[in-house]
C-alpha cells in the first residue's frame, strides 16, 4: 500500500479517535509514537496524517507539546463523505485555495459581458435555491464552473471539473451544515458569493482572488461545528 494511501488511513483513525473517545476542542491526541503503535504504522506516516489534519483545520501542532483538537468534524460531515474519503475531500481546499483565486482574477479582467450576465445569473439561481428547501449544491457547483468559464483559458475548467467528486461532496456537506445554523449563516455564505461577483463586475482582479479565497476558507470552516 502507498504512503500516500497509508496516511489517508491514519488520518481517518485519528478522527475516529476524536469522535469515538469523544474528545474535545483542545484535548491532546496521543502522541505520535502512540499513535503509529496503534495503527501498525511508522511514525512518518502518522506526521504526514497530522500535517494534513492541521492543513484541514482539524488538529493544531503545539510545539514541544504534541497535538491538540482544533475542531471536531461535525456528524453531518461524516455523513456526507465516508471517513477514507475525509482525507482526499478536504485535502481538494488546498488545490481550490490556488485554482478558484486565480481563476476569480482572470475572469475579473478576461471575461465578456455575456460571460459577465452568465455569472450574474449563476449568482440568482444560487441565491434562490439556498433561500428555498433546495438542495443549492448544483447552482453552487454551477456558479463556479461560470467564472472558470470567464478565464477564457479551457485548462482551469478541465482541472476544476477533475475535482468533481469532491467538490460536489463538500458543497453538498456545507448546504446541509448551514441549513442546520442560524439563518445568518446562509446570509453569509451569499454575501461571499455577492462580494466575487462585484468584484469581477468591477474588474478588481485582486479583490475577485481575494473574495474568493475568502469565501473558501470560510466555506472550509462552516463545515466543523
Not at 134 to 156: K, Q, S, V, Y
Not at 169 to 176: C, E, F, L, N, T
Amino acid at each position: 500500500m502507498s504512503e500516500g494511501r497509508l496516511a489517508d488511513r491514519a488520518y481517518a483513525g485519528i478522527v475516529e479517535i476524536i469522535n469515538t473517545d469523544d474528545l474535545s476542542v483542545g484535548d491532546r491526541l496521543p502522541s505520535e509514537a502512540r499513535l503509529a503503535e496503534m495503527f501498525g504504522m511508522s511514525r512518518t506516516i502518522v506526521r504526514e496524517a497530522l500535517v494534513r489534519l492541521a492543513s484541514d483545520g482539524i488538529t493544531e501542532a503545539r510545539r514541544g507539546a504534541g497535538s491538540f483538537v482544533k475542531n471536531r468534524p461535525s456528524n453531518q460531515l461524516i455523513a456526507f463523505m465516508p471517513m477514507d474519503h475525509m482525507s482526499a475531500t478536504l485535502g481538494t481546499y488546498e488545490v481550490r485555495f490556488v485554482l478558484e483565486s486565480e481563476a476569480a482574477r482572470l475572469a475579473a479582467t478576461r471575461r465578456s459581458e455575456d460571460e459577465m450576465a452568465q455569472i450574474e445569473d449563476g449568482l440568482d439561481q444560487l441565491r434562490t435555491a439556498l433561500l428555498s428547501s433546495a438542495p443549492a449544491h448544483d447552482e453552487d457547483m454551477e456558479f463556479h464552473r461560470r467564472i472558470m468559464l470567464a478565464t477564457a483559458n479551457p485548462a482551469f475548467l478541465v482541472t476544476f471539473e477533475a475535482l468533481f467528486a469532491d467538490v460536489d461532496r463538500i458543497m453538498r456537506a456545507g448546504v446541509d451544515i448551514s441549513r442546520s445554523r442560524p439563518p445568518e449563516v446562509i446570509g453569509a455564505m451569499l454575501r461571499e458569493h455577492e462580494m466575487i461577483v462585484a468584484a469581477i463586475r468591477a474588474q478588481d482582479a485582486d479583490g475577485a482572488a481575494l473574495a474568493m479565497r475568502w469565501h473558501l476558507s470560510e466555506g472550509r470552516k462552516r463545515l466543523m461545528p
